[in-house]
């Protein structure tokens, strides 16, 4: 899984950074967080196929996080895409696409799924499951977290055949963690053959938000943590007002949540540089990082017992 | 007068080329011609101030023409704007405006003024004039001429008092083209002491469209002429079926407005390379540069006589 960050300004765009979105790389799919104006070309520097993108998770209806909705739109239908786009998001979100595709002049080639999302299951998936829970800005909006299924321990063959076990349905049994008795009388446990299961990896996007609580629940124990951060200690109070958190704040967040790792993004165009940004925010939580546009993040899976 | 290409590719922004936008820089002021998506980054990498935009004009609603429009407005209201920003365009603009009002959350600071153009005067300022004509695209759209007055010839004020003409409304008179009488009876000719007017300087904006005799009458001794060169030609066939230009029918069409330069631009992403581009136009027309993000062009006063 690779997170890539396509846009890292919040509000308004520098020649630096370009307005919230972030790619995440699944297996054969893509899954956006956010897609303000210029992530088709974002994700063209990226070399990331547009046309991969299953679903965008859009958090809230401000113009810097859904703007470069329509482009996608309009270019998947330049090349011809036939298969579903799925848009989930904040109240607004259906009509917006709508209101896009009545005056916007293209054809969709493809169809496209747009749902307004409610705390929660946001969608289930083979391997994986998105949440989501509401953030505390000016306006509704929604934080997300994409988290994989516990994967099934692995099985030793090898193991298996030195206990006697026939290859076969006692096989398949034994993987999904039952135990057999064998035509001798004999019985083989699960754990005997198959790891322990292995832990899915955890990613959580905050999109624009206040220090909150929900987010802290929705984030527990997750590999990374993609968190607003429009602001420095300098503008707490500005934080608060425009429903921001500061790094500091962003920090407290990780700890409270207990996730392995947090990366700052969506700054103030105020800031010409985040080296104090970084420095307040390690102060609290050390494996902290700031967001730059293109950077990307592979995130490994945790071990476990079973290596 | 600068005129600077803020985004040159067509239908789909690439790694190199964003989307059609171009501005020019008047005085005080910029006057935008098309505004795709991402046009308010290139403008922070241009260093070109967003808040000096005080009209742009729409070639067409094809979504690389408009979609960067939105993020303008919003952030030009982050930054509490209170002139109003004048927007020109062909039809569907204004539905494509208030669909933008309507559901990407933000408080406009400032009055937007939008309205439909139709062929002939857009509007006449003090210094200069915007006529457009239909162009011949796949949906209705229109090309762009910006042409400055004539300015009145310079006034000689050393020779004004060596024929000894009194300081005050004489001067004035002369200036405006008048002949004046002086108290002694002697008639002194404006020429005498004013140079020949010195004409303005016209720049003209296709947007998407095939050769079209109506862009060759609105072109007329342009100094600049910059023109959709969508295609090369072994894609000709693809350029009347799609409503774009070659290069070199590009070219043609600046012979034939016999215009000083023509710039090319809004290439399809399948070019690499616009060299081949290039030279065909130039077999046709040798004054003609290919656009680049970014690039820069100061258009110089035609001389007259009197220099």
Same mark, same amino acid.
């Given at each position: ?11 308004? =765009? ?7 979105? %972030? ?24 070399? /990331?196929?547009?046309?991969? $993108? ?11 996080? $859904?703007?470069? %909705? ?15 786009? /799925? ?8 009509? *917006? ?8 002049? *293209? ?5 496209? +799924?747009?749902?307004? &999302? ?23 909006? +929604? ?16 193991? #298996?055949?030195? /206990?006697? %076990? ?20 004999? $019985?083989?446990?699960?754990?005997? $053959? %198959? ?29 990374? !943590? ?23 704040? #962003? ?31 390690? #102060? ?5 990082? &700031?967001?730059?546009? /293109? !950077?990307?993040?592979?995130? =490994? *899976? ?6």
């Amino acid at each position: 899984m690779k997170i890539t960050f396509l846009g890292t300004s919040g509000g308004a =765009p520098t020649s630096l950074r370009g307005l919230s979105a %972030v790619a995440v790389e699944r297996g054969s799919e893509i899954i956006m967080f956010d897609c303000g104006e210029g992530t088709q070309r974002q994700m063209s520097k990226a070399g /990331l196929n547009l046309n991969k $993108i299953e679903k965008i998770l859009i958090s809230h209806v401000h113009g810097d996080h $859904i703007l470069g %909705v329509p482009g996608i739109l309009q270019t998947l239908s330049l090349l011809n895409r036939e298969r579903e786009l /799925l848009i989930y998001g904040a109240e607004g979100i259906i009509e *917006f696409v709508k209101a896009v595709r009545r005056t916007v002049w *293209f054809n969709p080639t493809f169809p496209i +799924f747009v749902e307004h &999302v409610k705390e929660g299951l946001v969608c289930k998936e083979k391997d994986y499951s998105i949440h989501t829970s509401l953030t505390d800005h000016v306006l509704p909006g +929604f934080g997300y977290a994409l988290a994989e299924h516990v994967r099934p321990g692995k099985f030793n063959p090898k193991r #298996a055949r030195e /206990l006697g %076990v026939p290859e076969g349905s006692l096989w398949s049994e034994l993987q999904r963690g039952e135990n057999v008795t064998l035509s001798n009388g004999k $019985i083989i446990m699960s754990k005997e $053959i %198959v790891g322990s299961s292995r832990p899915g990896r955890k990613i959580v996007y905050t999109g624009d938000t206040r220090p909150s609580q929900s987010i802290v629940q929705l984030g527990k124990n997750a590999d990374l !943590l993609i968190h607003d951060s429009n602001y420095d200690e300098d503008n707490i109070e500005m934080a608060e007002k425009k429903g921001h958190s500061t790094a500091s704040q #962003a920090a407290q967040i990780a700890v409270e949540a207990n996730v392995k790792k947090l990366v700052l993004t969506h700054f103030s165009p105020r800031y010409e540089t985040t080296d104090l940004m970084l420095k307040h925010a390690r #102060a609290i939580f050390q494996n902290t990082i &700031v967001a730059e546009d /293109l !950077l990307s993040i592979e995130i =490994p *899976f945790q071990k476990n017992d079973s290596g």
